[in-house]
């Protein structure tokens, strides 16, 4: 039996287990009875069950009332994906639990919600080079939602990212925790894409890719009191890939912790894009055997093939860094590579205090980038100099009272 169980395809109803979907049922009956939700929430048919062994639950066997008036939030349990990605043939493999169009959704619980992602990691074309390169699910996502709210739950092991935010408005996600191996390819932390108005705060993720990415046309993105690491740290971008526009715009760090990550704070962008990424400020962040601490990098390219030289660039302006301390893995602890055609301009660096993990001398690396600093800055600035340091506050000073 036990021979029986580790293999990745022989049931992969073994792993759904009854309590998925309790909780799933509980999530939609609190959605309707208690927030006043309209929209959908759309579970993968996982997987095409004979009817014959169809099983129905009713959630008033396990203690719920569902009038209107008690808490029926209560009931815990673990929603597991399927082992086996072969289930999802023929279906969306992009998504696994997703939510589309809600308002005033809460979702708040104990229980665990498991990806179950091993095989499909050991399948990516980042693992093993001769496998083609295909989308995996992202365990839980809210597209198009509104006055959202997300707290104390645990995300593990997902197909790829972990929790995705799309198009919504609005939105409080805190104490989460997020769990995967750091070798675990695309397995993203928390995503934002085209959202307005997010928080997260008080998260500890531990994972193989950004523990947040925060990508195309976000804007006023708050996030503060994150652990991190393992993982690839707080990202901006990638942005512009395949030429596309793209615009990141208000975005506040306050409070951040990275432990053996590969990147700290991170804005990153592809040659032949346009758009722009501006207003950005990270804020008391620290550091512990980091490889990049701080990196601007304007020439990404995660891509099996080498990418090619384009003039066209993001605009990337007024970014500040502020109390960034803590020590790097790597000699060039402040990275700023910038487009030849479109410098880095407005950046700005508050107290900065980066020691070198194991000892020599940390340096800054700057490529077309303009900015100024003020107060004790290690390793010491590289950039071109842009105005005089009291113009630069009064920007800094102008962007902090719109927060």
Known sequence: MKELESL???SPYSTFMLCSWIIIIIIIVYSVVFSNVEGVLEIQKLPNKPTSTLLVLFVNEFGAKGDGFTDDTKILGSILAPKCPDVWDGLNKQKWIYFIGVKNLIIEGHGVVNGMGREWWARSCKVNTTNPCQHAPTAMTFHRCE??????LMIIDSQQMHMAFTSCVKVVASRLRVSAPAASPNTDGIHISAS???EVKNTIIHTGDDCISIVSNSTRIRVRNITCGPGH????GSLGKSNTWSQVHDVRVDG???LNTQNGVRIKTWQGGSGFASQITFKDVWMKNVSNPIIIDQYYC???????????????????YI??????ATENAIRFACSDNYPCKGLYLEDIQL???QGGILNSFCWEAEGSSSGDIYPPPCFSFEGSFIDQKVRFNSVLKSI
């Not at 006055?147 to 104390?152: A, I």
């Not at 995660?302 to 500040?320: V, Y």
């Not at 109390?323 to 790097?328: H, I």
């Open 256 to 258: 951040a912790h990275f």
């Open 147 to 152: 006055n959202l709210k997300v707290r104390n």
């Open 323 to 328: 109390r960034v301390k803590g020590t790097s």
């Open 196 to 198: 307005t108005h997010v």
């Open 8 to 10: 990745c395809c022989v």
């Open 355 to 357: 020691a070198p993990e």
């Open 233 to 236: 740290g707080i990202s901006i």
């Open 302 to 320: 995660d891509s099996r093939l080498p990418c090619q030289n384009q003039t066209s660039a993001l605009h990337i302006k007024n970014i500040s």
